[in-house]
């Protein structure tokens, strides 16, 4: 009876505090670049802000017309560090390769909800951040366009 009585309180501890922290940004990342990585962008898009979403239902289309998977990065996926100023947040991540390292990237988070809505971390991607190229306009933009080019 008193394992019982003590597991029922351990229980209703990690309930309380598991739903009185939010998801960090570094949870939150992990867990849309886990979806994204599947291709599910459904549960990726409830990580994301709501324009995050939208470019992930156009990627999805994509996918759907073509009748073939867009190539994603593949791999262990391993969060670095995360960076909070704010309602603000960069989480940097490394996606293995296969030869065991990865190119370090970063994803950047905002905290968003309505009034009297709990403020929640969302991945806010911009097209420039998913460095897949345009099926309209060509290749992804480039990181930085060099000044002499203007």
């Not at 008193?2 to 009185?20: D, R, T, Y």
């Not at 929640?120 to 290749?139: E, N, S």
Request: glycine share 8%; net charge neutral.
């Amino acid at each position: 009876m008193k394992h019982l009585i003590k597991g029922s309180l351990f229980l209703v501890v990690v309930l309380v505090v598991s739903c009185s922290y939010p998801d960090s940004p570094r949870t939150v990342a992990q867990k849309f670049l886990e979806a994204f990585q599947k291709h599910d962008f459904k549960t990726a898009s409830e990580y994301g802000t709501k324009e995050t979403a939208k470019m992930l239902k156009q990627i999805e289309r994509i996918e759907e017309l073509d009748k073939e998977k867009l190539p994603l990065p593949e791999g262990k996926i391993t969060i670095i560090s995360e960076e909070i100023e704010g309602n603000k947040a960069v989480v940097f991540f490394r996606q293995d390769d296969g030869s065991g390292e990865g190119k370090e990237e970063k994803l950047r988070l905002v905290k968003v909800g309505g009034e009297g809505e709990k403020l929640q971390w969302k991945v806010a991607l911009t097209k420039t951040d998913l460095k897949m190229p345009d099926p309209l306009f060509g290749p992804a933009i480039p990181d930085s366009i060099p000044v002499s080019s203007f």
